[in-house]
């Protein structure tokens, strides 16, 4: 089965700093990789996804991800935090399924980004 | 307004007594999904349906049953609710599009279950 590892469940950062959350998987098979950002008593939205396409994978809101193989890494990043930017976040990963990205999701724990002024 | 929508949103209840959260959306999408979110343990899957009538487990499926009789509805249904189904339950939908494409994965408000 796969798995997904997102290190520390709290990161604080100052705003204009920046954000790095930190994901690791396991998979027996290249793997879809996903971010998602939970904004308080709402659902999910994705962020960004990693498709086998460019490594380097650009998403809403100023974010970035790299897949890393030899790591078995997807951190997520961005530049510069911004107030808006805190909620929660997990990384997720699936594998191909009948022709498709999506099938069984293993979502990480998540990390909880608290942004200070 | 393309949406996923659920009901109820909050909801408590009984030990035993059968329940059953809708889901619905309107994008015509072939894929949709259960999750259940609990502190400390991130999302988990419960069910997923690629398209009508095809429906299949996730990392939880036990005590809980699904069906997809219809593109828009994925019906999660509790036949015998225990305090641990306790959660937040999520729906999503998606398009089923070709591995490499662009699907977005939208999710509903969440329904937040009590069991006594």
């Known amino acids: 089965a796969q798995s997904v590892t997102q290190l520390g469940s709290h990161v604080s950062v100052s705003e204009g700093a920046l954000v790095l959350l930190r994901c690791n998987y396991s998979?027996?098979?290249?793997?879809?990789l996903f971010w998602y950002v939970q904004y308080p008593n709402q659902g999910l939205q994705l962020l960004l996804k990693y498709t086998s396409a460019a490594t380097l994978v650009k998403g809403i809101n100023g974010f970035e991800a790299e897949f890393k193989k030899s790591e078995t890494s997807f951190h997520l990043t961005k530049p510069s935090a911004h107030m808006s930017d805190a909620a929660e976040y997990f990384c997720a990963v699936s594998e191909n399924h009948r022709g498709s990205t999506l099938g069984r999701l293993y979502f990480g724990r998540g990390t909880q980004l608290t942004v200070w002024p | 307004e393309a949406q996923v929508t659920q009901n109820p949103r909050y909801l408590i209840t009984v030990t035993g007594k059968k329940l059953t959260v809708t889901c619905s959306q309107n994008m015509n999408h072939e894929y949709m999904s259960w999750y259940r979110q609990d502190p400390g343990l991130g999302l988990r899957q419960i069910y997923y349906?690629?398209?009508?009538?095809?429906?299949d487990k996730g990392d939880v499926p036990e005590g809980y049953k699904v069906s997809r009789k219809e593109k828009r509805n994925f019906p999660l249904i509790l036949e015998s609710p225990s305090p641990n189904q306790t959660s937040l339950y999520f729906c999503?939908?998606?398009?089923?599009?070709?591995?490499?494409?662009?699907?977005?994965?939208?999710f509903g408000p969440g329904t937040r279950l009590l069991v006594l």
């Open positions: 999503a939908s998606s398009l089923n599009s070709p591995s490499g494409s662009q699907e977005t994965q939208y």
């Open positions: 349906s690629m398209n009508v009538e095809v429906t």
């Open positions: 998979s027996s098979v290249p793997p879809y």
